[in-house]
């Protein structure tokens, strides 16, 4: 949680680079760690292997544009069908 203090780490995160002023919530997230408020109630998380937070990366093309197929010179591909779990 840390790393969310650093302005150029939260610039590199979409949600965070749409979100309105911040300064309050990172007052509160720095505090939140001087005080190891954070880790009384979070800290189990760090002993996680692993876990869904609900980001999702969309590759979108229009399926009528025959640059998004195989065999043109862009390299690009038709997208999958196929569900992934």
Do not use: Q
Request: glycine share 8%; aromatic share 6%; proline share 6%.
């Amino acid at each position: 949680p840390k790393a969310y203090l650093d302005p150029d780490v939260r610039a590199a995160i979409s949600g965070f680079a749409k979100l309105p002023e911040t300064a309050e919530r990172m007052e509160r997230l720095r505090a939140d760690l001087a005080s190891g408020e954070w880790e009384r109630a979070n800290g189990s998380l760090r002993e996680c292997e692993a876990m869904d937070l609900g980001y999702r990366l969309v590759i979108a093309s229009h399926l009528d544009d025959h640059r998004a197929f195989p065999g043109n010179s862009t390299g690009l591909h038709a997208p999958s069908t196929s569900a992934r779990s």
